[in-house]
């Protein structure tokens, strides 16, 4: 007898090969096919006597069958069958194309559904490449009904996959509920086993919704609580209270007061919840979400001073030498204002000589910084080398020294890339750890430097503050799915005075209008990006393509320019070096397929081109954009694209309407769906989840729903059915 546990090989008519199949689409029993659901239907429930079937229409008719026949044609070497049907009230011819093998089971004289689109040929109406099925089989499955179309991999076809679900589909019945009968009624919910027996075979339009949202619900609504109970788990660790004192309070305003800028709401806001939390004894779990640009290593850098003046240590990682080199730049530059003075410093960073040029940076005496400022010992540590600001100068420092300094508590700000959960590496008292691109860094990665560097602080086991950050911009909805676990602060405002950066779709008539203008440009000392098409089945093609502009740039277009490339599979340290040589200004134009880093602060480079552009979400061509526009040069992004499609080129003028990533991220999520999202392609959501993404008022009733199953019963105790089905859920999802 079969059961939701048979294995696939007990089902009838299943062999060897299609067990391989269903095994690599993650099926292994009864239950696991009755999870594998349709992603659409194809509408066949229009059955239609034949007198009255009208062109165009998609439709069902029921008749016999008068004559069948395969023909080969002489000029294309193709095979049609061509059927004549007829019904009480008249005949209609049906034709499909090289699939001689169906006149084995359509013979003259037997009864069959059809259902396909009407189409006018020659000598009248015929029924085209229709879906078939012979009467008298009981529930038509493939015709006269919406019929469930299922993700055709490894070789499985949607008729395969409807008959072998046709054979379980009483089973449905067996599923157990696990969802909370108050659930259920709150929200309307179908039951599980009807909405399983609906989402296969629907009754309508409606019931297949209702199936939709049940089960879409049920994905949500566990990827909710999990993410809920993490948050839970984390926050029962300890962290180090951080007890402000009112002068550091003080201090914090002042250093804010006397920077060189004005600090915008959204980093006064983030600033200020950032620091609320190291009050409490849990520790922080918060993900900076901000727009290329916005400003989000100087928030890192307020709070860190905030808690390294209350005599704690801090860690900020980054994912590249060049990004750590930069934010330490950047740090020095902003808690040593010795530079102020003489505009002496002896940093190679680019950016930082560009910025001791500004007249922002010659501070009135009166406005300088108090002198204890000065004595916040900051470090850079990377795989290749090891610097300490001390005494307002940088020097270098042996690795060994550096890591003795860390360990007694002598360094405050630690800034470096992976190198910092190098097993060597001991900190005194680290009570804050920030994670700049935090989805440049593996799951484990992130998890060293938030659980491995515990401290004993006290007596007490303390994990470090958290702080996450992205430039990826998902909207807020979206976040608290992904990043459910997770408090969120969104840095949703650009700084004042940025130059609104010129971006306009190049015909490909004006080719050379372009490289012209951006010939200019380089003679004007500036640099430029050129971004290769993105090539998602193959990274070999990716990088022949990205090899091929590198060639046709530094040959054909510009012989006389240093033309430098980029690609993913180069080494990192061969990366970072071209990285640091652009940054430098040894090279003038960067060729990069799309991993160019995003951090990465080049305030001489003036142009984006993005070839092929419209192959990327708009979120993501936002991002190649805020690469350039960070100096004070105007700035252009030119997108390139050969397509001619009316709605493409819709897509892409968004983006010159709009400047703001979050508006665009919600606008890829609606015109191509969540899937197109850097980061939540990524998140190993279940397909109905997945799809579920673009809809928020169900997001938000499953978040009201979650929230009170956690506070009835925050390890889910009283529900012991919700518990399991979590428990095999997560066992299967892998979220990242
Ligand atoms: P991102 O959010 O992309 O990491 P950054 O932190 O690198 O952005 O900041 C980009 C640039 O903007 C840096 O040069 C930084 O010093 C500058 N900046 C940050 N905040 C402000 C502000 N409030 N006003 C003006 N410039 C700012
Ligand atoms: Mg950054």
Redesign the pocket.
Known sequence: MLTLESKIEELPAVGPAYVRKLQKVGIETARDLLFYFPFRYDDFSDVKKISEVELGNVVSVVGKIVDIQNIRTRRKKMSLTEALIEDETGSIKAIWFNQPFLTRNLKKGVNVCLSGKIVFVQDGFQISNPSYELLGSGQSLHTARLVPIYHETEGLSSKWLRVHLKAVLKLADEVEEFLPPSVIKNQNLLSLSKAILQIHFPDNEESAKAAKRRLAFDELFLIQLYMMMQKKKWQENKAIKIKFTRNIEKEIRDFIEKLP????NA?KISSWNIIKDFKKNRPMNRLLE?????????VALISALAVVKSGYQVAFMAPTEILARQHFA?ATERFSLDCMKNGVHSLECN?FQVKQNKPSCRLKPELQFSNNLRDIKIALLTGSESKILINEKVEKISRSKLMEKIKIGEIGLIIGTHALIGKKVKFYNLAYSIIDEQHRFGIEQRGKLQNEIVSIQEGLKTVPHLLS?T?TPIPRTLALTVYGDLDLSL?DEM???RQKIITKLVAPANRNLAYKFIGGQVQKGRQVFVICPLIEESDVLEVRSATEEYEKLSKNIYPDLKIGLLYGKMKPKEKEEIMQKFSQGKIDILVSTSVVEV?I?IPNASVMLVEGSDRFGLAQLHQFR?RVG?GEHQSFCFLFTDSTASKTHQRLKALIRCDNGFELAEQDLKIRGPGELVGIRQSGLPDLAMASLADFELIKVVREEAEKIIARSGSLQKYPKLFEKLKKFTEKVHFE
């Open positions: 800028l004005k600090l915008t980093q901000g727009d290329v640009g916005s400003g989000k290593t100087l950047e950016k950050m430039a840095l700084p004042r005075g951090g602060d805020g960070r």
